[in-house]
């Protein structure tokens, strides 16, 4: 048994869940099928799906073939092995991640730009935390598409942007995704952005780095990739 996590009332005073109703919504069918255990098996697909994007994607970006086959280790190891094992949103918030790069990275493809607005809009639903790293992909989409791809993605987004929005005016009263909390969170509003960062990283036991010290690597490869004329690292 799981006790209720509410999150601030809604409009007529009703509880309403602290977390968001995607995850839920797209499992249910999965669970109503085969249980929980089905539900880890649609989780760990979704671990098997990221880390074949993350092959073409490291492709695309210019990398060499050995190169990607490491990008393709890191993501079958953690953190994302551990998430397999767990009903968390970390995975599709990840997968949505890499898709969304992949498609819109380069192209005119209008097609792709609506299938990756659609992954860039999913990921606020999956978690809040996740509306700066869609607000990033959306500006990364919109740099690296021309022509029809970058209205099309623009517009897709503007449209889920609206609908997010009305969501939390419908249920909560109120235009804004901290509507949830009743405001803006005590870790936001009364935190250190900066002690909160290095929680991230560095926490012994949420943190990012004791987890996967593969991140470390990343650093020194997102400076090459900065500082090449085209945009792509050349990695051995």
Not at 68 to 83: E, H, I, K
């Amino acid at each position: 048994p799981v006790a209720p996590h509410y999150g601030n009332p809604r409009r007529d005073g009703r509880p309403f869940p602290a977390y968001s109703p995607p995850l839920p919504s797209l499992l249910a069918p999965v669970d109503a099928l085969g249980g929980r255990s089905l539900c880890f098996a649609a989780l760990a697909l979704c671990g098997a799906g990221l880390a074949h994007v993350v092959d073409g994607l490291s492709l695309r970006a210019g990398a060499s073939a050995s190169a990607a086959r490491l990008a393709w280790a890191v993501c079958v190891g953690p953190p994302a092995f551990f998430y397999s094992f767990h009903v968390y949103t970390e995975l599709p918030s990840a997968l949505a991640v890499a898709l969304a790069l992949d498609l819109s990275w380069e192209g005119k493809s209008a097609r792709r730009a609506a299938v990756a607005a659609a992954a860039i809009a999913v990921l606020p639903w999956l978690h809040l935390k996740l509306m700066l790293a869609a607000a990033v992909l959306a500006a990364v989409g919109l740099w690296r598409l021309r022509g029809r791809a970058r209205v099309v993605l623009g517009a897709c987004l503007a449209v889920a942007v609206a609908l997010f929005l009305a969501w939390f005016q419908y249920v909560f009263g109120r235009p804004t995704p901290f509507a949830i909390y009743g405001g803006l969170p005590p870790e936001l509003s009364d935190g250190s952005p900066l002690r909160a960062v290095a929680g991230l990283l560095l926490d012994r036991s949420f943190g990012l780095l004791p987890f996967a010290p593969i991140f470390l690597l990343a650093a020194p490869g997102l400076t090459r990739l900065g500082r090449t004329s085209e945009g792509r690292a050349h990695l051995a």
